[in-house]
């Protein structure tokens, strides 16, 4: 909104006269007597994996590394990528390294992200990778730019002059990793191949090979495992390829039957050949992985073969443990402990980069040529048992996303509340009841619930995909998700078609304009728009007149289109009016009050201001009071009404305040200080840069984001 400083002209309103005190004076003692929690501490985040037991010491890698961190220290930025076969052991190499090398060089952050999370149909969501990197550094969801080079230009500088580790796993192009690049510091990134267009930019490479036999023989020998006879150790070396995953995998496997020995394990790998033409992995590691999952597999119980073909069939990249609980498989507890035993499954932690972990992790991954090796085991499902599969999944997300939606607010819901409760979904009691943990768990399975929603739409399974698409609007509001919005919400629009629901089809069109709205593509949110607006007739619902009122009378007030803006926050009031909703009608009297402000009639949007406050005190509506107040601030200044404009900004923080509503307080007394420096009243500028820099954490900058 702007009109911060408008109208506001030199006065007598902050003097002091005959002991008494009036205007300003006052307003700066309320300020200073402001409640003002200050920001919560964000830590320096710490993102990379856990080293895991049996690293063996690769001094030359970690010699390099090291090199390459003292050379990175107040030197800009260093970039070495690191490459080698799927199982080699890079990232873990790189989480060693960190642990016990390199972690004092890069106190200031440590942030790290495995694309292979966020790759999708072959693209990478970067602006979302950095969304989450400038979260994780302080910088709050909602104060950062909308598109990928103002997201990469804010990380740059959030990161220039600190010392500052970037990790990215599982990079196939050069591009996809350039702007991710910090403004000082270290970027590594791992790779299945040379990506040669980074070291014509200076990247320096490392390649990390297999291990050779002496090293291997040495992990082996380590085993508490009967050694067995003669050259076991060398000869199950070699049937792993040299590869760190492999000797884990059959190590942990032995570790588990005592009764066993190195013979056995040798014995239990099939002699090489037959594996190629797979195509599960990469060309050199097919024979020995596949040899070594295959042998673990044979040896584990009925229940975790179930559950590693369920995981190869899933369509994302990670999975929540209630997931495989609530398809029913056998003994799920269990099954993860065999297959995270094995190093097959990994714990996946549910702190968020920058915060203070807390609890204990409830979603998993596989490791990628693990997930690859299942896929083939779930292949071989029939046909009708794999749609089945898919079909539980897809009910399972549906429900899940629509309990996380209905734990973050009362919204406008076209959907009936989910048919099983979250314990029935597999869920712990009280999962989504804290605040902001419902949010918190769709932008952690984000990855997961778009894949599902290919697949099911794919499927033809659209009635699910709509209603995942409308319970996922709060994160793709609050987080900015706005690339994953703009891949959502057309399938969400073809699968209302489908089920010829012209109320649903409304609902997606419309949170489609939004997303296009935030990236300031007007044009395509207006294109949207008028795609919906003919549907209107097909439903009776006055909430989707009222929703799509509302959208264009945002999209035409950016647009400077005034007098149509306020055509439509008119509708939108209407159709909130006769649908007695309350919260709606208070709603779209600010949207409506705003726009009447930009065309000038001041009288009009007070009136309106004042009417929409009423009834906000009456019904409860505690978070619109202080926008509504702040709002009549920003008339008043417009109109040149400076003291009225400063009262009524003093009370919008002081409301703000009562609530914890950081980011309105911070409006607030932005504008109190733009007021008080233009009249040039020194006590109130004062009051409110004392409280601005109480607000501030470490992630704002200069300006705002």
Known sequence: ?????????????????????????????????LNV????????????????PGFVNRTKERRTLRELAEAAVGQGVRTVVVTGLGGVGKTQLIAHCVRSDLGAFF????VYVDLADVRRDGAVDVAGVLGDWLHAFGVPYGHQPAGLGGRADLFRTVTTGKRVLVVVDNVRQAPEI??????????????????????????VQLVVDPLDEREAIGIVRGWPVAQGEGPAAAELVRRCGGLPLALRAVG??????PQLGLDDAVRSLAPFGGAAGRGWADEGTVDVMEQVFDSVLRQMPDHTRALYRFLGALPGTTFPAALP??????????????LMTSHLVVAVGPGRGGAAPAGPPHRF????????????????????????????????????????????????????PPARSLAELGFAEGAFSGDGQGLDWLDAERGNILAVLRAAAREGLHDAVWRICESLWPLFHERARHADSLEAHPLGIEAARWENRPDAEIRMRNQLARAHAALGDLDRAAEELRAGEPLLALTEDARLRGILAE????????????????????AALAANTERGDQHGIVVQSYQLADAVRASGDHAEARRLLAAALGLARETGDLAMIPKLTLLTARVHADAGEVAQAVAAATDAAEQAGEQGLTSKIREALELLLGLARRSGDTALAESCERRLAELRGPGDLPGGA
């Open 365 to 416: 991954r596989m490791h990628d040529l693990a997930r690859a090796h299942a896929a083939t085991e779930a292949a071989t499902l029939p046909e009708e048992a794999a749609r089945s599969l898919l079909r539980t999944v897809t009910d399972f997300y549906a429900e899940a996303v629509a309990h996380a939606d209905r734990s973050i607010g009362g919204r406008f819901r076209l959907q009936d």
């Open 1 to 33: 909104m702007g009109g911060d400083d408008a109208g506001v002209g030199a006065g007598v309103w902050n003097s002091v006269s005959g002991g008494t005190v009036f205007g300003a004076v006052v307003q700066a003692q309320r300020i200073d007597s």
């Open 325 to 338: 609980r609530a398809a029913g498989l056998p003994r799920v507890d269990a099954a993860l402990g065999d």
């Open 252 to 257: 942990e496997w032995l570790v588990e039957r």
């Open 107 to 110: 106190p200031d952050g440590q």
């Open 178 to 203: 350039r702007a991710l690049t910090p403004g000082d510091g270290l970027l590594v990134a791992t790779s299945r191949t040379m990506l040669p267009a980074l070291r014509m930019d200076g990247a």
């Open 37 to 52: 929690e200050a920001p919560p501490q964000v830590w320096p985040p710490r993102q990379l994996p856990p080293p895991l």
């Open 551 to 570: 959208t264009g009378g945002l999209v035409a007030l950016a647009q400077g289109r005034t007098a149509d803006a306020r055509d439509r926050f008119t």
